[in-house]
């Protein structure tokens, strides 16, 4: 690609593609999900900790903040909301980049939606292009990038909130260059913060820098309008390999129909390991050894040997893998807590645990070998990018809002968002509000 | 250096270091300079965009903002400080990073010392030992770090601000390292926004995201405490060299005290240039050819061959060139405008200057040749780091903000800065806010 060729493309996505019907439903399970996630995480401590700041911080009331009590400005909205949705850590992911789009791009696009007055339409549609932008730019930054330690979802996933807060704006051509320009000097987030209250904070990093990138892009400020892939700019600094391939079919095909729901309340670098351990029905005290076998990137992300908090937790092969063997609720926030790290049953397993890698495999995919005590082996693989009807997925959704929320919760939810042209936005207010 | 030896040793000096007579005595100078830069650069279209959007967020009045005319919370406050103080690019630079350290730096220590309440001596300390720290940690990220594309400013930057905001909020060891790690995740700024709005922006971001990481440390926000300099962490992510030669007699030596002041309205790279050329005393008729010798670091920053805009001109080493042969005043804000760009005398000197490079030279100095028309050639070489009493800096910079505000705002200015044990708070918060 020629200079800033891969900026006019995005540019030019941002302001003219028309969805596909089946990219806007996906949209709309990821909002429904999305919620689900924040509202269940509203009494994290990060949640409460940045709530507490942002309130005391104050300012006008245009924007909903999950757990209330009162609306603040559109940028700290964001800043609350995309960190409170990722708290649990148990929001969607695209593997294509390995990025959580929707804690980036949704809590931009509803604070700005909020503050510009926008209908529920518009907003699935800005969050639905902001997320297929934040996919196509981390898959264009690559593996990389994401290994040389940066955290996709707050870096890619800036120029997605960026995207869907300046459609929402209004902004012209022109400004959305200059807001795709300047937020790359702005965006940031790394991965050595996982297992700590900094990787929820990189998802509402990403969120206000978007909100911000376009607040003042509309108001006119000039940046480097080629400031993302030019020299000097975001791709070159940060490790980005400027992979041409993340425009195959931009505007025409929607990467986001593959975005990937968690139902597992841990890291999902753990659960296709999960899935294909469970799938074996063992009882733990036939298992005398487990060899998970999973791409060697995911090392870095989730293969805490010894996990020693709740948190840390989620990011551990071995200890997720003693759970689905024990029969633990992988699904419930719940079971990871301090107390499963030590549980003396959880970590004898744990112990019997040994994390190899294949290079060859893909990312989405695990394969694991159980040796019975009696020495016979069972075998076992799961892909987590095995197809899911639509329906399906809706079904699955709903009862993991519900294990979160509960029935009556769940049900409200799915209400404002599933319904009419796009999601009630006063009705989704009153939820996340609580 | 072992794992985190870095972190600790600059989270130490954060809490314990004794700043020297002479360090202080310079951060007074260089509180004076900023705050008439920042007050001189009010009117910017930068400063005038940032200050709407943060007015009409809102918020609780802690802070003063330079223009006013309302208070705002500490974060917002130095957002709009910093960008306005680097608007006319006429602040501060420390050479050995080659970052502007005061406006990253001095904008958190105000707004958080007019949020706790402290009093003008402890504003200096902490940004006297934020400054220090952000050279430091700028010589440990070193040239390959900024050549690869960052601006230290920002980067390099919103530490020492980090350290600044936590020293005045009382933060402990614990918090001083989580703040510390928590700012490694939200660092960012880009040299390829210079020349636009975004250069002057970069210093905001930095001053912003220091207070942000120190409120949320002094909350208990938990971060990865060696996140600088950890495996994944800033430095290894960002083209961080690891100079170890940036901890030598830390705390013992004051890195500060060799902070250079501008006394040209243009970039720094370009001063060395025109002293040079100024010392030669030429008539322009005279000038047949020039040919400015500089370090080749430069020619990304400042080697603009045919600016167009007043701010492009100010990182033009041709159009520089040109107005001191000519006898224009780059001291004087008016001189760098869109008329200098297109002024025919001008141009016609401008495209008579050749600019080359000698990697062996002090990145501080400037070697020139001018040849006449008479085919006689004269040389003149000139070192922003030949030393200067801090009388005479005092005296030069007085004469600036004469230029700057006038003689009763420079007055009043050196009136509240330079009394007493420390700057006379309410009185330079009056003088800020205009």
Redesign the interface.
Known sequence: MGQAEFSDAIADFALTARPSAAALAMMRLSLMDWAACGIAGRDE??AG??R??AT?????PEASVIGGPVRL?A??AAWVNGATSHALDYDDTHFAHIGHPSVAVIPAALAVAQGTGATGAALLEAALLGAEASIRIGVWLGRDHYQ????QT?TAGAFGATVAAARLLGCDASQMRHAL??V??????????F????KP??AG?AAANGVEAA??AA??????P??LD?????G????GMADAAALNDLGRAWMFETVSHKFHACCHGTHAAIEALRALDLSPEDVAAVTIVTHPRWL?VCNIAAPRTGLEAKFSYRLTAAMALAGWDTGALSSFSQAACVDPALVALRDKVDVQTDAEMPETAARVVVTRGDGGTRRGAHDLDAPMTLERRAEKLRAKAESLLGAPGAAALWAVTAAGEGPDLPGLAAALEG
Chains 1, 2 share one sequence.
């Open positions: 401590p990060v900790m940045l507490g700041l005391e911080d104050g300012g006008t400005p940028r700290a040389a330690g940066f955290h707050a320009g300047l790359s000097t702005r965006a940031s987030g790394l991965k050595s913060q297992g700590t209250m900094g904070l990189n990093i607040l003042l108001r006119g400020f000039v940046s480097n080629s400031a030019g020299e000097q700019g975001f070159p600094t940060h490790h870095r």
